[in-house]
């Protein structure tokens, strides 16, 4: 008779709720939580997917296709139409599914359309989540999304609520290594600061490289091609993958969701940081009471963020205009007596 390869030693399940399942990011998104890609080999997981109740055939059809996936690590997946049922345990909710910004709608609208959606979802993870649960806002205005969210959440730690900007960090890492000619994986010290949307700052100034790598560092003191090239190319990066795919980054963005997990369960690598958008406290000067990016590192499932890095004066002005957008939004969402 054959014998079997031994099972390996697995941890229990956790439990990831994801909303917008049926949408273009869920599913890129999925089948990488499932295959382990976000807890490690060891952990399996059993998915809570939450839709409106027009797209949740199109959900369970994702479902299908996870289960032909035959991954090894998935220990289940549910589709719900109810917040309260689909948060219902959940260690881990991912908040994808929002309202888009559709033709000739104001700012305002977007903001009360998405508060509509984020508001009540905050209050059934408040309700119905597992005690650790930990929350990443990746719809947009991610930023005011995920204030609005914490907000009626209030028996949850609030740095258990994140937005999502690990994408604007992937983006600039990128744009780094292509300029210097170092790896992604040679390049830390790198920081998104403000709002994710075009007025985010990305920082080079404590960029490191790996010892002994073979790259052009000086590039990065070319404050031309920071100023000029750089910064509007991460900041618009969203809009040129519209006008080359026709579509809005899904890869990518399921991309940074994974990492950005990642980290926060596993912890940011020794001497690194990241980039993660965390309820203000006037760290940095940024003003109290919004979700701005910050450098961050996790340490058993905290996120802290970095002190005491100098800011250049352009570079502080930079921030400024981003954390003013994020107080325009917060004020906003006040002004309609939401946060
Ligand atoms: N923060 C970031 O870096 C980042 C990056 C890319 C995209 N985004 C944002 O992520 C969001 C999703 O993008 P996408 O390309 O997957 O969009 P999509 O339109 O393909 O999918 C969104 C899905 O959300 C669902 N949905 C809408 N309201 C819902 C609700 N109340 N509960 C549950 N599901 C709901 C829709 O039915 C749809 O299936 C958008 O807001 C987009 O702007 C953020």
Known sequence: MMQGAAPR????????????AAGQIGYALLPRIASGAMFGPDTPVRLRLLEIPAAVRVAEGVVLELEDCAFPLLAGADVFDDAAQAFSGANYAILVGARPRQAGMERADLLAANAGIFAPQGEAINEHAAQDVRVLVVGNPANTNALIAQAHAPDVPERRFTALT???????????ARRTGAGTDEITGL???GNHSSTQFPDVSQVRFAAGVQADIAALQDRQWLEDEFI???AKRGTEI???RG????ASAAGAVVDHIHDWALGTPAGEWTSVGLLSHGEYGVPEGVFSSFPAISRAGDWQIVPDLELEDWARARIDASTDELVA????VRALGLV
Do not use: Y
Not at 247 to 250: R, T
Not at 329 to 332: G, K, L, M, N, T
């Open 242 to 244: 519209i006008d080359v």
């Open 9 to 20: 030693q697995r941890r229990e399940p956790v439990t990831v709720t994801v909303t917008g």
């Open 166 to 176: 690990r994408l604007d960090h992937n983006r600039a890492l990128a744009q780094i």
């Open 232 to 234: 509007p190319r991460v």
């Open 329 to 332: 939004e917060r004020d906003a």
């Open 247 to 250: 579509a809005s980054s899904a």
């Open 191 to 193: 920081t998104i600061w």
